[in-house]
């Protein structure tokens, strides 16, 4: 199942870097509210690219490259919900 999900992931970013230049705009002046299509294009996939890498960020960070599930994660929370005692303390001093 991790497998198909990873490959799932490499398909979307496949997909959405190949969408990511408008070839076909090219050479159309056509506007539209005083800005050009293609401009229209970049702000509509940014928009697009922004949801997701965030749908990506939320269910799938790490795949195909961390092993184990994310309770074996450094600084990952313990089940009774604290931190767990070998994460390190980020910043700050440790008082």
Known sequence: MRRRELWGWIAVAVVLSALAIPWFLWG???LVAGV???LWWHVG???LTSIVF???AQRAWGIG???GSVSDR???SDPAG???ASSPTVGG???
Do not use: K
Request: glycine share 12%; net charge negative.
């Open 45 to 47: 996939w940014m928009g």
């Open 82 to 84: 604290g931190e767990r």
């Open 74 to 76: 450094p600084g990952a």
């Open 36 to 38: 050009p299509l293609w």
């Open 65 to 67: 490259i961390e092993s």
């Open 28 to 30: 159309d002046d056509t």
């Open 54 to 56: 965030w749908l990506f």
């Open 93 to 95: 001093d440790d008082r």
